[in-house]
């Protein structure tokens, strides 16, 4: 069996255990990795760039759900509302209120999850809680009726300390937690994605519903080759 398929049913296994979902994070990757992937049964796969990502929606079976795990710039969303099912890094309103209207134009509710600073480094994009209350509690967002907010994402300092790593993880689950009691007909708090491969282990104890996993399953990126 090839080291793509051991590597998806061992994670696969490991993670639903604790009730979470598997997305493979095939960025940078050849279609031909992914289909090895999908032969071992996996479905839902994140790509972090929107050209990498439409190519790869065109050549491969149209029953993958995939997921935009990067930073999405706004003039880009009209490319991938077609067809992305989750979209997990929206980092601001004005983001926000591109992907409801490329959505209306063609006629989807997109599902998205809104993405929360809790690192230390300078260069992880993300919402500050101020920031998201502001967001929801304004008239505007809630006139947008063709997105859905289903849970936070976040990214954890890139540290060998696990206690750091763990308590990012629990402020955001936290904040998670609080904003269950905001909840509405746009807003449902039922997706937690922290952990990709480095700390996915803590993200599990931390309540993750969802570990983005990509070099642990397919090797180590090399950026100039993909599709
Ligand atoms: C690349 C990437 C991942 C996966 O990282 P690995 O360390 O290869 O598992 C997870 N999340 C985001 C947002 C990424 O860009």
Known sequence: MSIIKEKIQSYSDEVSASNCQLVAVSKTKPVSDILEAYDAGQRVFGENKVQELREKHELLPK???????GHLQSNKVKYIAPFVTLIHAVDSFKLLKEINKQAAKVDRRLDCLLQVHIAQEETKFGLSIEE???IINSEEFQ????IKIIGLMGMATNTEKVDQVRQEFESLRKKFNDLKNLENEKIEMRELSIGMSNDYQIALE????????????????????HV
């Open 63 to 69: 029953d993958i759900q995939w997921h935009m795990i």
């Open 132 to 134: 998201i209350h502001e």
């Open 143 to 146: 006139n947008l009726s063709n």
């Open 206 to 225: 931390c309540g993750s519903t969802m570990v983005r996993i990509g070099s642990s399953i397919f090797g180590n990126r090399n950026y100039n080759t």
